[in-house]
């Protein structure tokens, strides 16, 4: 029995993608098998990790908690989105290798988007403000606190570009 | 942990979600975000063969004002709310609340609606909801119906909707009452998980610091959030002495029959309530007294 396919169109990363997709494929799905895209990581598939989270409309959701059908005329920004127009790390990639705030970078593109969701509404976070944004990804590597100090040293840095 | 394969329609309005409802019977589920429903179809522990997405419907997703009450429709995210200045200062206990719900990935796709129908026995906005004595619109294609927040929760993920109801909007009480505190406090294994135990409270003060109006009530330690109005009612007139929130707080605690599991014993439980009771009274009333 072959399953019924849905039309969806999606703008990834400010690029229009169409796709024909089964009603249970899951947004992460849909990014990683149909559009290539797998820098967003799938961890545990029912929403506890955080690892899938993007960029939906301008706000981060678990995209392992969104069918794809769902998403039909919605804008996404997953972790690729983040980097520098010539396809180097941004800022706040760039401090997360500087300050070693991944091992073994599972949770990394969750975590990036997390912070990257922080900073679009706050310049300056707090420790707490931080510690609140990524409160919903696990790491089992880092203890977090280098992503802490991560996220912090991108904010001073993206300050003193602002500047 | 993939869904089971299923058919997908979009309603354009509510009747048209009513309409398709009452065709296809009891084996379909209404999603808006889709927080709660998405991983029990991940882990199969639902499988409808038809979903119905009223996620798009903009008639939904709105915060209005009446005489004294709060309306919010059913699909307004949970992250709406919680940033909504004027719900926060006439229902204050619904932003209190949300900081204890999921974290911002989910607040931002879970609704209001979503979380009072999926009703879990520990989540939070089920409690204000019931605390408040909200009014909850339902609607199917013979009509609306209002039911009390009190009648509303039956049993864990179980509510008196019927197969065929839509959930349309929620009515919150606002309270007035200038010297109106409010508090939600809970325990859980790590921020934004389910609670073990939850409460919350609100309490009106008047010039001389009596109590004139009082609601409390605890989750997470029976098959449904429960309220307490006639130990509420013992405060009123009260000067609200700390004698007196323990006695109602320990009263409260004994009227739970919570169960045990893996998270937490009966008695771990028990004790919680108790503890987390006098916690949300002393708070509100601190909150209450601190305004002139």
């Known amino acids: 029995m072959s399953e019924t396919l849905y039309p969806v169109t999606l703008e990834v990363n400010g690029v229009l993608h169409t796709a024909r997709v089964p009603a249970r494929l899951s947004l992460v799905d849909c990014l990683r098998d149909e ?60 401090s997360f290798c500087e300050k070693h705030a991944l091992q073994c970078g599972y949770c990394t593109s969750g975590m990036l988007i997390a912070a990257h969701a922080l900073l679009q509404t706050v310049k300056r976070p707090t420790d707490e403000q931080i510690r609140e944004a990524i409160g919903g990804n696990l790491c089992r590597c880092t203890g977090y606190q280098q992503i802490v100090d991560a996220v912090k040293h991108a904010a001073a840095r993206l300050g003193e570009k602002g500047r | 942990m993939k869904a089971a394969s299923f058919d997908y329609v979009r309603a354009a309005s509510v009747a048209e979600a009513c309409e398709m409802l009452r065709q296809d019977g009891d084996d379909v589920k209404l999603i808006a975000g889709g927080q709660s429903l998405m991983p029990m179809m991940a882990m199969r522990l639902t499988r409808p063969f038809r979903l119905i997405d009223i996620d798009q419907i903009g008639a939904l997703k709105f915060i209005a004002f009446g005489e004294n009450v709060a309306r919010t429709g059913a699909c307004t995210r949970q992250s709406a709310i919680a940033r909504d200045e004027a719900l926060a200062a006439h229902v204050p206990l619904l932003r209190k609340a949300l900081a204890w719900v999921g974290h911002v990935q989910t607040r931002n796709r879970g609704t209001v609606g979503g979380s009072l129908a999926h009703a879990d026995p520990a989540a939070e906005l089920p409690l204000v909801a019931r605390v408040l004595d909200a ?21 864990p993920l179980t509510t008196a909707l019927a197969a065929h109801e839509c959930l349309e909007e929620i009515h919150w009480p606002m309270w007035s009452g200038r010297r109106t505190g409010s508090a939600f406090t809970e325990v859980s294994r790590r921020h934004g998980d389910f609670a073990i135990v939850e409460a919350c409270a609100q309490i009106v003060l008047d010039d001389d610091g009596r109590c004139t109006r009082a609601s409390f009530g605890l989750g997470g330690g029976g098959t449904a959030p429960l309220a307490f109005p006639a130990l509420a009612a ?25 169960g045990g599991d893996l998270h937490a014993s009966a008695g771990y439980r028990k004790h919680l309530a108790a503890v987390l009771a006098i916690r949300v009274l002393r708070a509100a009333y601190d909150e209450a007294r601190s305004k002139p």
């Open chain 2, 234 to 258: 013992r405060l009123n007139g009260s000067m609200l002495e700390d004698a007196v929130l323990q006695s109602v707080a320990h009263d409260a605690a004994n009227e739970l029959d919570p």
């Open chain 2, 135 to 155: 009014q909850i619109v339902a609607r199917s294609d013979k009509g609306t119906r209002t039911l009390p927040a009190a009648g509303f929760f039956v049993g």
């Open chain 1, 35 to 94: 559009l290539r895209l797998t820098g967003t990581h799938i961890g545990c598939e029912h929403g506890i990790c955080g690892a899938c989270s993007v960029m939906l409309d301008g706000e981060p959701v678990r995209s392992c908690l969104m069918f794809a059908v769902q998403a039909d005329g919605h804008k996404v920004t997953t972790v690729e989105g983040l980097t520098n127009a010539d396809g180097t790390p941004g800022i706040l990639q760039d």
